[in-house]
């Protein structure tokens, strides 16, 4: 978005007051043991009004964003910074062609320029009721929720089994290794450049911080859609499934058992990210996705199915004790899991799909 000086300050009051409400309604839920929408409306809907000096929609919305909160944890009184993102729905904001956009704020609606790619000037017709209004580094960004139409699910004649790893960030059942060697470097040159910036600390050195802010994960992020991209590729081309390790808590089981060198790079690691993009690209494509636990997959030979820590010799070799099969590591707990999807009693589509978004 490209405001200007004055309606950038009318947006950052309206940002600030939007969440000073949201922080009200939240401790008066939170007292008041009241977790609901109606609920806590009831409670502060008008104090609201009255207090920050909001429009009706914008008190609602602060009270949304509260109850989003509390749906997902009531124990604690969520707070939130004054320059979060806010919510806005279809009377909170209108798209206006030729590419300016329509905001209400505390001193009325503002008409203001903003800037989309070619590419997704065509989602325009797929916009959805909710936006968000994000403040980042002095720019202001419209976060626009669009819908895209599924493919229809199909029934997997096969599954591909996917091992995730730091060496190897994806390894697939086919024998297909994408290595995490680019992203290994990319990372070392990130964090040598930081520390060295760091112990300079002067302000040149301050202000070359704040550009290198965010290319790392940048990157990462950016590698792990191409990667999903590819094995949601070949799933559909061969009409598979995907199989999936649920690695959720893995640094905290990990944590005391590890060096401090490899929790850096565990710490670092955006498997969460890749899994989430295989998901939902694969149920664009109508693809199932099983997610496993992964236990002793690494340690168990896919021929004979013989289970062994001694036969994992190394991070890459595999080595069975019983039958003698030698097979990289990666690749053979990757066929650990197909063998899991391929054993599922419940391999329909819709049962097997497990989307976080």
């Known amino acids: 978005m490209l405001p200007s000086k004055g309606q950038a300050e009318d947006l950052l009051d309206t940002i600030r007051s939007m969440n000073f409400a949201s922080c009200f309604a939240a401790e008066v839920g939170f007292n008041h043991k009241v977790f609901g929408q109606i609920g806590i409306h009831k409670l502060c809907y008008r104090e609201i009004r009255k207090r920050f000096n909001l429009s009706a929609q914008m008190a609602v919305r602060t009270i949304g964003k509260v109850v989003a909160c509390f749906s997902r944890d009531k124990k604690i009184c ?69 819908e895209f139409p599924e493919d229809s699910p199909i029934i997997p004649r096969d599954w591909i089994g996917v091992d995730f790893g730091l060496v190897n960030i994806a390894t697939d059942s086919s024998g297909e290794i994408f290595s995490g060697e680019r992203i290994g470097s990319n990372r070392k040159t990130r964090s040598t450049a930081r520390k060295q910036y760091q112990r300079r600390g002067t302000k040149n050195a301050k202000r070359r911080l704040k550009s290198l802010s965010g290319r790392q994960s940048r990157f990462q992020k950016q590698t792990n859609h191409c990667i999903s991209k590819r094995l949601v590729e070949k799933a559909k081309a061969q009409s ?16 005391g058992t590890v060096s401090k ?9 955006g498997f969460a990210h890749l899994r989430f993009c295989i998901e939902y690209k694969a149920r664009l494509k109508g693809i199932p996705v099983l997610v496993v636990n992964p236990r ?12 062994e820590k001694a036969n994992r010799r190394s991070q890459a070799e595999f080595l069975c004790k019983k039958c ?22 419940k391999p329909a589509p819709k049962a097997a799909i497990s989307v976080s978004c």
Request: proline share 3%.
């Open 78 to 146: 969520p707070k939130f910074d004054p320059l979060g993102a806010i919510q806005l729905d279809n009377r909170l904001y209108h798209l206006a062609r030729p590419e300016k956009v329509s905001i209400l704020t505390l001193v009325g609606r503002l008409l203001i320029p903003f800037i989309i790619g070619d590419y997704f000037k065509s989602f325009f017709d797929r916009k959805t009721g909710q936006a968000d209004l994000v403040y980042q580094n002095g720019q202001f960004y419209l976060c626009i929720s669009i």
């Open 296 to 307: 002793n997959t690494s340690r168990t030979c896919s021929v004979c199915g013989h289970c």
């Open 240 to 255: 598979s499934g995907i199989v999936l390790e649920d690695l959720k808590g893995i640094r905290s089981r990990l944590e």
């Open 324 to 345: 003698n099969y030698s097979s990289n590591a990666d690749l053979n707990a990757a066929q650990n899991l197909r063998a899991l999807g391929l054993g599922c009693n």
């Open 261 to 269: 060198r490899l929790r850096s790079r565990l710490g670092n690691w």
